[in-house]
Nanobody, 115 residues
Framework: QVQLVESGGGLVQPGGSLRLSCTASGSLFRINFMAWYRQAPGKERELVAAIISGDNTNYADSVKGRFTISRGDAKIMLYLQMNSLKPEDTAVYYC?????????WGQGTQVTVSS
């Protein structure tokens, strides 16, 4: 089992920045895929950024050049640096960890981009 807790969300003006963190606990070995997803009201959950074993990363086209996914230390396993935020980035952001074929999700953190 893997437990994930996201933090760092909040209200920010357009053009601002936020850094999301994902803290993990439980059986952390053999996690080979971690990612950030988001879900806006009335929309399906979508992949924002992913990091695979090693340092291979993948980004949604809508966030390329603005968001950066990175690994943390043993406790805080994943970050998402979000720059040049836009109103359309408003959503609940979720951390995902995949271990031995099973997906584990956090509870989400709200990001609101508004003036």
């Amino acid at each position: 089992q893997v437990q994930l807790v996201e933090s760092g969300g909040g209200l920010v003006q357009p053009g601002g920045s936020l850094r999301l963190s994902c803290t993990a606990s439980g059986s952390l070995f053999r996690i080979n895929f971690m990612a950030w997803y988001r879900q806006a009201p009335g929309k399906e959950r979508e992949l924002v950024a992913a990091i695979i074993s090693g340092d291979n990363t993948n980004y949604a086209d809508s966030v390329k050049g603005r968001f950066t996914i990175s690994r943390g230390d043993a406790k805080i396993m994943l970050y998402l640096q979000m720059n040049s935020l836009k109103p359309e980035d408003t959503a609940v952001y979720y951390c995902l960890a995949r271990r031995l074929g099973d997906d584990y999700w956090g509870q989400g953190t709200q990001v609101t981009v508004s003036s």
